[in-house]
């Protein structure tokens, strides 16, 4: 049986914790959030979150690996065409940015909760230094990208066309159309 909010109210008031079940709980402990019991409970919780994350962050990556797997196998033409606009200097850069990022991120959290303010600032400021980096890094690469993106498409249009004609050439992306 629904109960009305009067009801509910007297309930709460009637409990002795100031109209609240959780007061007493959460007076002796100032971080912990409203909607748990103790602090045993929300670390609980919390250990089952960041065990539901990583299953999906393993999920997702399976699942993108895996593809990058079958169509590697599928097409390796395009993976030796496509290894030409690849820079090893510039994705050894960009490794470390992240890395460094990373690590910024880490040591900022740590100074945070060891209440270090300007630590914490310094560190975050060399972590969005590293990101505006490989952000302006991207955009230096995506007028490449997006000329290696067109041509690639002009290539299929032509393979397409071919394939009608009867005509099979081997080109970096090849269709075969069946008629």
């Known amino acids: 049986m629904a109960q ?7 309930h709460h008031a009637s409990d002795g914790a100031g109209g609240h079940a959780h ?19 929300q670390f609980e919780s919390g250990k089952l979150g ?25 097409h390796p033409e395009i993976f030796v065409y496509a290894h030409v606009y690849l820079s090893k200097f510039w994705g050894g850069v960009n490794t470390i940015i992240l890395l460094l990022s990373s690590f910024t991120v880490a040591l900022a959290v740590r100074s945070a909760s060891l209440g270090d303010r300007s630590k914490t ?17 991207f955009l230096i690469t995506l007028p490449i990208m997006l000329v290696v993106g067109i041509a690639a498409l002009v290539l299929i249009i032509i393979a397409a066309m071919k394939a009608n004609e009867g005509i099979r050439y081997r080109y970096p992306m090849t269709i075969r159309l069946i008629k």
């Open 4 to 10: 009305s909010a009067e009801q509910l109210s007297d």
């Open 23 to 41: 007061d007493a709980a959460h007076a002796e402990h100032p971080f912990l959030a409203h909607h748990f019991d103790n602090p045993k409970h």
């Open 50 to 74: 960041i065990w539901l994350f990583l299953v999906t962050e393993v999920l997702f990556f399976g699942g993108l690996f895996c593809a990058y797997a079958i169509y590697r196998s599928l």
């Open 121 to 137: 600032l310094v560190y975050l400021a060399l972590t969005i230094l590293g990101v505006i980096t490989l952000g302006v890094g």
